[in-house]
């Protein structure tokens, strides 16, 4: 037997009896309104004041709760039960996850990616201004399938998987920790379209309200409307009774930016038949008292205070001025890196302007691909192909790094495997790769330190080394040079789980000058003094290409087994047609002889 979904969300527990009283007695519309951290006056019964909330990010853990709230100790009693309490604190302590603002934005737009499957075509960045006091507030938009009332609750709720390996998120806690890392407030708005029905609801998760209350646990006012085609309009669903409404809807009037419930309403019209609006209000500030986010400097993107006068000078060294660089500050130029890929349909828009996508293979010169096989212990054989080369600027950027992705989202953005390089050795070396055989952090950006993990880096390492002493000529430095260098072919075992070297050796191989040039271009092979090695282009064609063979036996094996399978179908209707038509001409005769008895008769 299914619960009822309930419009209070108590995320202690689910449709825990009482929730209602939280806020019984409080329909009546408060004279002061603006859920803002700096107006707290609006208290429900409050006898003391609340503690001071601080407007600045890292110092806003400081919860003292219960002090003549509410929620007193008496009061408080009535719901202690064999239950775990999740307690207000939790969401500051939670977004802390997300050191970097920028990774709590990405986690939203994830949530937007997802929805393709569902028809999105698009998800909108933009500023807007509070309605309660005009001070900034930053929405973001998409057209997906949007959220019926349960799955609403599931996404303000905690420990809510999407349990679906296409999607980006996993864990159900993105939205919790991204929108409270942005805001101490947030109210969505969703609209789910299905055969049966239309539904539209909103929730509202609000640090201010819950300190502001004092209250102990974590409570979250919503209310859901359905759509009535006789009436043609959406009209409110009363989960528990008309009261209980009424008081989730006051309290969200209270404590959001709109005051009237027309004002609520009215935010549905250009989410159109399907889709979801997240509105963060009451955004954080920096240690220096100054937003965190800087929504003024450039009035296409959103910036992060203070870094932009660190890197976003143009007398500052062209190095400063690198994507590499500049994605740390300005989210229009992180977000072009943040999928590998994307549909054509699919556009991410940052205040107004659609952000262009730009793949950073494209920017490597004298490119390889290298193909690395992982020990994952699994049956299927993992393939990670590497796009590594010369940044077209190297040398004069001091930029090197991998920038790894997994599902098509990027979780290390330039990454320094070599951390302690001498000798400029390693600069300009830029790599892309996808690694979805590495599980990431909950805030996707880092990844598990696993042996997987450790594996990976080393490669890593030996692959930037290998290419920085074959290629670094290339680019006007000097090279090592060997009197006797072996060259090596690759071969991989079985199982793709270890790689083994048959050496053969041919001669010296002088790596100086146009000899190199000469060796690099006819796609030769060269081992260093190290005894590393790194594959020509032609060896990985061949790899690519054994592996395309052996997908297209498997293919065919398949097809193999389908053809004798389509065959014994063929045949099965055969036989049954024999079947009917003996089967009809055996009714025949039956009836015959029926007709001939009767006229007999």
């Given at each position: 037997?299914?619960?009822?979904?309930?419009?209070?969300?108590?995320?202690?527990?689910?449709?825990?009896?009482?929730?209602?009283?939280?806020?019984?007695?409080?329909?009546?519309?408060?004279?002061?309104?603006?859920?803002?951290?700096?107006?707290?006056?609006?208290?429900?019964?409050?006898?003391?004041?609340?503690?001071?909330?601080?407007?600045?990010?890292?110092?806003?853990?400081?919860?003292?709760?219960?002090?003549?709230?509410?929620?007193?100790?008496?009061?408080?009693?009535?719901?202690?039960?064999?239950?775990?309490?999740?307690?207000?604190?939790?969401?500051?302590?939670?977004?802390?996850?997300?050191?970097?603002?920028?990774?709590?934005?990405?986690?939203?737009?994830?949530?937007?990616?997802?929805?393709?499957?569902?028809?999105?075509?698009?998800?909108?960045?933009?500023?807007?201004?509070?309605?309660?006091?005009?001070?900034?507030?930053?929405?973001?938009?998409?057209?997906?399938?949007?959220?019926?009332?349960?799955?609403?609750?599931?996404?303000?709720?905690?420990?809510?998987?999407?349990?679906?390996?296409?999607?980006?998120?996993?864990?159900?806690?993105?939205?919790?920790?991204?929108?409270?890392?942005?805001?101490?407030d947030v109210v969505v708005f969703s609209r789910?379209?299905?055969?049966?029905?239309?539904?539209?609801?909103?929730?509202?998760?609000?640090?201010?309200?819950?300190?502001?209350?004092?209250?102990?646990?974590?409570?979250?006012?919503?209310?859901?409307?359905?759509?009535?085609?006789?009436?043609?309009?959406?009209?409110?669903?009363?989960?528990?009774?008309?009261?209980?409404?009424?008081?989730?809807?006051?309290?969200?009037?209270?404590?959001?930016?709109?005051?009237?419930?027309?004002?609520?309403?009215?935010?549905?019209?250009?989410?159109?038949?399907?889709?979801?609006?997240?509105?963060?209000?009451?955004?954080?500030?920096?240690?220096?008292?100054?937003?965190?986010?800087?929504?003024?400097?450039?009035?296409?993107?959103?910036?992060?205070?203070?870094?932009?006068?660190?890197?976003?000078?143009?007398?500052?060294?062209?190095?400063?001025?690198?994507?590499?660089?500049?994605?740390?500050?300005?989210?229009?130029?992180?977000?072009?890196?943040?999928?590998?890929?994307?549909?054509?349909?699919?556009?991410?828009?940052?205040?107004?302007?659609?952000?262009?996508?730009?793949?950073?293979?494209?920017?490597?010169?004298?490119?390889?691909?290298?193909?690395?096989?992982?020990?994952?212990?699994?049956?299927?054989?993992?393939?990670?192909?590497?796009?590594?080369?010369?940044?077209?600027?190297?040398?004069?950027?001091?930029?090197?790094?991998?920038?790894?992705?997994?599902?098509?989202?990027?979780?290390?953005?330039?990454?320094r495997v070599l951390r302690n390089t001498t000798?400029?050795?390693?600069?300009?070396?830029?790599?892309?790769?996808?690694?979805?055989?590495?599980?990431?952090?909950?805030?996707?950006?880092?990844?598990?330190?696993?042996?997987?993990?450790?594996?990976?880096?080393?490669?890593?390492?030996?692959?930037?080394?290998?290419?920085?002493?074959?290629?670094?000529?290339?680019?006007?430095?000097?090279?090592?040079?060997?009197?006797?260098?072996?060259?090596?072919?690759?071969?991989?075992?079985?199982?793709?789980?270890?790689?083994?070297?048959?050496?053969?050796?041919?001669?010296?191989?002088?790596?100086?000058?146009?000899?190199?040039?000469?060796?690099?271009?006819?796609?030769?092979?060269?081992?260093?003094?190290?005894?590393?090695?790194?594959?020509?282009?032609?060896?990985?064609?061949?790899?690519?290409?054994?592996?395309?063979?052996?997908?297209?036996?498997?293919?065919?094996?398949?097809?193999?087994?389908?053809?004798?399978?389509?065959?014994?179908?063929?045949?099965?209707?055969?036989?049954?047609?024999?079947?009917?038509?003996?089967?009809?001409?055996?009714?025949?005769?039956?009836?015959?002889?029926?007709?001939?008895?009767?006229?007999?008769?």
């Amino acid at each position: 037997m299914s619960l009822p979904v309930p419009d209070m969300i108590d995320l202690c527990s689910d449709d825990e009896c009482g929730e209602s009283d939280v806020i019984k007695g409080s329909s009546k519309k408060p004279k002061n309104q603006g859920g803002s951290l700096d107006d707290s006056s609006h208290r429900f019964g409050t006898s003391l004041p609340p503690p001071p909330i601080s407007r600045q990010f890292w110092k806003a853990g400081d919860y003292e709760g219960g002090q003549g709230q509410v929620h007193g100790a008496a009061n408080q009693r009535k719901y202690e039960k064999n239950h775990l309490h999740v307690h207000p604190m939790f969401l500051h302590s939670n977004a802390t996850s997300h050191k970097w603002v920028f990774g709590a934005i990405a986690e939203l737009v994830d949530n937007a990616i997802d929805e393709i499957k569902n028809g999105a075509t698009f998800v909108d960045i933009n500023k807007i201004a509070n309605p309660r006091g005009g001070g900034p507030a930053l929405q973001i938009q998409d057209n997906g399938g949007g959220m019926d009332p349960e799955e609403m609750r599931r996404c303000l709720s905690f420990g809510f998987s999407k349990k679906m390996k296409c999607a980006i998120g996993r864990y159900g806690n993105g939205f919790k920790a991204s929108t409270m890392r942005l805001g101490a407030d947030v109210v969505v708005f969703s609209r789910h379209r299905n055969m049966r029905s239309s539904t539209q609801s909103v929730g509202l998760l609000s640090y201010t309200f819950l300190r502001s209350m004092g209250h102990e646990k974590i409570i979250i006012p919503m209310v859901d409307y359905e759509f009535n085609s006789s009436t043609e309009s959406f009209g409110p669903i009363f989960h528990h009774g008309m009261e209980h409404f009424s008081s989730n809807l006051t309290m969200l009037l209270q404590w959001s930016p709109y005051s009237t419930e027309d004002e609520f309403l009215k935010q549905f019209d250009d989410i159109g038949d399907q889709g979801t609006k997240i509105v963060m209000y009451n955004l954080w500030f920096n240690d220096d008292g100054d937003m965190e986010l800087d929504f003024d400097s450039d009035i296409e993107d959103i910036r992060i205070s203070g870094d932009v006068k660190l890197f976003g000078e143009h007398s500052k060294p062209i190095f400063q001025q690198h994507i590499a660089n500049v994605y740390n500050y300005s989210l229009r130029v992180y977000l072009s890196i943040l999928y590998l890929r994307l549909p054509q349909f699919f556009n991410i828009k940052l205040r107004g302007r659609v952000v262009e996508q730009h793949n950073i293979a494209d920017d490597l010169k004298f490119a390889e691909f290298i193909l690395y096989r992982p020990q994952t212990g699994v049956k299927d054989q993992t393939a990670v192909i590497t796009t590594i080369g010369f940044l077209k600027e190297a040398p004069d950027v001091n930029v090197h790094g991998f920038n790894i992705y997994y599902r098509n989202r990027l979780i290390l953005p330039f990454w320094r495997v070599l951390r302690n390089t001498t000798n400029s050795s390693g600069r300009g070396i830029v790599g892309v790769l996808e690694a979805n055989y590495i599980e990431p952090t909950h805030n996707k950006q880092d990844f598990e330190r696993s042996s997987l993990f450790q594996k990976l880096e080393d490669r890593l390492k030996q692959m930037t080394i290998e290419y920085w002493h074959l290629h670094c000529e290339l680019i006007g430095y000097q090279g090592k040079k060997s009197s006797a260098l072996p060259s090596q072919e690759m071969h991989y075992s079985e199982t793709g789980t270890k790689e083994e070297l048959n050496t053969k050796r041919r001669g010296p191989v002088p790596l100086a000058g146009q000899e190199f040039a000469r060796a690099y271009a006819a796609d030769t092979w060269h081992i260093m003094e190290d005894q590393s090695y790194i594959r020509s282009k032609q060896q990985v064609q061949r790899e690519k290409a054994s592996l395309v063979m052996q997908q297209n036996k498997k293919l065919r094996l398949q097809i193999s087994e389908l053809e004798k399978n389509v065959e014994g179908f063929y045949l099965k209707v055969e036989q049954l047609q024999s079947e009917l038509i003996e089967v009809q001409h055996e009714c025949t005769r039956l009836l015959a002889e029926s007709k001939a008895m009767d006229i007999i008769d």
